[in-house]
């Protein structure tokens, strides 16, 4: 019984080894082109030298009919070499190997057979020395596949031997008898070689297993050491060590790398839309896009939450850089869904090199920090290489911090007060408080330079308690139906004590909170989502209401406008720009205008500076605006004869001259915009 399942096995595929079954199939396809090129040739040489001797359909179309088989089946092969078989189709594939080995086998052997009575002796020698030579090419290149090597010697050596003993030649009779004990070799070589190949293939699996078992120990190690969880990056651990390596390589004069950081935009209103688990899933899909730039002169790294370095071991020019740094971005921009939703971010990426623009790991690391704080509050989602012109800034910047500290607040800090028109009642019905500073050493200064430095300090608390002080002062003097837009700081709203000392300075104001509108800008509230609905709530309760500034030039969230207590949008001027020469801004306004009227919230339209402007704003259903169009910024002291002018124009069509201009207006287009606290 053993023996015929040894027999069985011997002619069947070792379907329950894929490994076997792999090897096997891929040692296999490496011999097919010599094993069609001995059997062809050698077909094609016998019928040649028959050609005068046997009819043509022995001699001419039998022989291509099989050489067309060959050719067919070596073609298919050679085009599906690089084809990734499953375990069952490389199963199959062995099978089919083995049938069509004894097809061939018998339809090469009976053309031989038929082929020999035409000629004479040396003709028929050649058949005869045709089918040894040409089974035991074959035989040899089927030796991986050990039933296909065996099925074919059995269905070529017991017919040959039959058939050249029945001619009762000597000679043939003594070759048949020599292709037998050939036969019997060979199915012995092919056992043995089969079993070796066996046992290597096994040997190379536990060498492997073994390697595997070794290197995940390794990678463990070094992932828990270097690695980041999340993203499977190296971590900040060892992007700092690489740096410091670098470092101490690139000593000489002319050697240098770069370093880039990046840092997600809009991954904090991921975190508070869809929840922190799905904020893990897009660091991991950003982790794994990165991955894709990696190279061995190229390191990434994740920093900690959504911030990311990058070091560029051979330094590249500054156009490389950039376009490095725009494939990336590219790739970053690109939607990630996750979790049945859709996550739109971009990447912002700060360049500094080394040592030109630092000496240090730690400097390297400020300047493309710097290099990353510029590119998000001017170029979100592009790349920022530090420059000479970032040094001039920091280098104003800590001037303006230093000035800021000793300067008398009181004194040097004044407003200027925009009015906010009602187009329906032709009639300004509030102002916004604008903030200004001069400064005896800087002298002016512009509102984005200080509030920004004064936002990454303490300093901004005081700057804004000083200002709504002075704004609510002049509130007394303004009509008792007229409001007072004041923006406020991210800082502001970054705790509950720091919104209660807004509302403990209205209410010694005096000034009814119903009538004090508190202003704040979308980009302000990705910081820290909930502390600013927490804060916005405790403003809307003590009866002050509640803005959202430049709607639409942050990550226009529907969440905000759902989840906050506002009362009001104003809709950013630069889609107002357009509005007279562009549909889109135009219906992007009256889309944010119609979301207002379902919600029950105002809208306020900034930045109307003509006439067209006007005309179709108020057409598709706007009411209150601000701009050049209805006054400039103006001091406190200016808002009286602005009154009474604006008082003396009402009920007249509105036009640049109908409201009026007064003296002593300050600012221009470029010190307009409302910035922090402006």
Request: hydrophobic share 45%.
């Amino acid at each position: 019984m053993d023996s015929v399942r040894e027999l069985k096995e011997a002619f069947s595929v070792a379907s329950g080894d894929p490994e076997l079954v792999r090897s096997q199939l891929q040692a296999f396809g490496r011999q097919i082109p010599l094993l069609y090129f001995i059997l062809m040739v050698n077909t094609i040489a016998v019928a040649v030298t028959h050609y005068r001797f046997a009819p043509k359909w022995v001699v001419v179309y039998t022989p291509a009919f099989l050489c067309l088989i060959c050719t067919i089946r070596c073609v298919n092969w050679w085009k599906a070499r690089h084809r990734v078989l499953t375990h069952e189709h490389a199963v199959s594939e062995l099978r089919k190997t083995t049938r069509l080995a004894s097809i061939l086998g018998a339809g090469f052997s009976i053309w031989s057979f038929t082929l020999f009575p035409y000629g004479g002796p040396y003709e028929q020698a050649q058949v005869a020395f045709y089918m040894a030579t040409t089974l035991v090419g074959c035989v040899f290149c089927l030796m991986h596949v050990r039933a296909a090597a065996l099925s074919l010697l059995l269905i070529v050596v017991i017919p040959f031997t039959v058939f050249f003993v029945s001619t009762r030649q000597p000679v043939f009779v003594a070759m048949a008898v020599d292709m037998m004990l050939v036969g019997t070799a060979l199915c012995f070589i092919i056992h043995i070689y089969y079993l070796n190949f066996s046992q290597l293939v096994q040997s190379q699996r536990d060498l492997l297993a073994t390697q595997i078992r070794t290197q995940t120990l390794s990678d463990e190690n070094f992932r828990l050491a270097s690695i980041d969880s999340l993203t499977s990056l190296p971590n900040r651990r060892s992007f700092f060590s690489s740096l410091a390596e670098l470092a101490q390589q690139q000593l000489a004069p002319m050697h240098r790398f770069d370093v880039g950081l990046i840092d997600l935009d809009g991954f904090k209103q991921v975190n508070d839309v869809y929840g922190h688990a799905t904020g893990d899933q897009v660091l991991s899909e950003v982790g794994r896009r990165l991955l894709t730039f990696a190279t061995p002169d190229v390191l990434l790294s994740r920093l900690g939450g959504d911030e990311f370095g990058i070091i560029v071991k051979m330094s590249r020019s500054n156009d490389a850089l950039v376009a490095l740094a725009e494939k990336i971005c590219e790739q970053l921009s690109r939607p990630y869904w996750v979790s049945g939703n859709v996550a739109e971010l971009s990447g912002t990426i700060g360049w500094a090199t080394f040592p030109q623009t630092a000496t240090t790991v730690e400097q390297l690391f400020e300047r493309a920090d710097y290099a990353l704080y510029f590119g998000k509050e001017s170029q979100r989602g592009r790349p920022v290489i530090y420059s000479a012109e970032h040094e001039t800034r920091i280098r104003r910047a800590s001037l303006i911090a230093q000035e800021l500290r000793r300067a008398d607040l009181e004194a040097e800090l004044y407003l200027v007060f925009q009015p906010i028109y009602d187009v329906m009642q032709q009639k300004p019905v509030g102002f916004e408080a604008l903030a200004r500073w001069q400064n005896v050493p800087l002298g002016q200064v512009q509102p984005d330079e200080f509030i920004r430095v004064a936002e990454r300090t303490d300093l901004i608390l005081h700057v804004t308690e000083v200002l709504l002080r002075k704004a609510l002062a002049e509130v007394h003097h303004w009509p008792a139906s007229f409001c007072l837009s004041f923006n406020l700081s991210v800082i502001d709203i970054s705790s509950l004590p720091r919104s209660q000392r807004l509302l403990d300075i209205v209410s010694l104001s005096r000034v009814p909170p119903s009538r004090v509108n508190f202003e704040i800008t979308e980009t302000a509230l990705t910081r820290d989502f909930e502390q600013a609905r927490g804060s916005l709530a405790l403003i809307k309760e003590a009866g002050c209401s509640v803005s959202l500034d430049d709607f639409g030039t942050g990550y226009s969230s529907l969440t905000y406008i759902h989840r906050l207590p506002f009362d009001q949008i104003k809709i950013d001027r630069s889609f107002v720009a357009k509005v007279d020469a562009d549909a889109a801004s135009r219906n992007i306004v009256k889309s944010v205008m119609d979301l207002c009227n379902n919600l029950e919230l105002r809208c306020v339209v900034e930045g109307v500076e003509t006439q067209s402007q006007l005309d179709i704003l108020r057409d598709i259903g706007g009411v209150i605006m601000q701009g050049y169009f209805f006054g400039r910024p103006m001091r406190a002291e200016a808002i009286g004869t602005y009154l009474a002018e604006a008082a003396a124009h009402l009920g007249h069509p509105l036009n640049p001259a109908g409201v009026p201009q007064p003296a002593g207006t300050a600012g221009s287009a470029g010190t307009l915009a409302p910035i922090g606290l402006t």
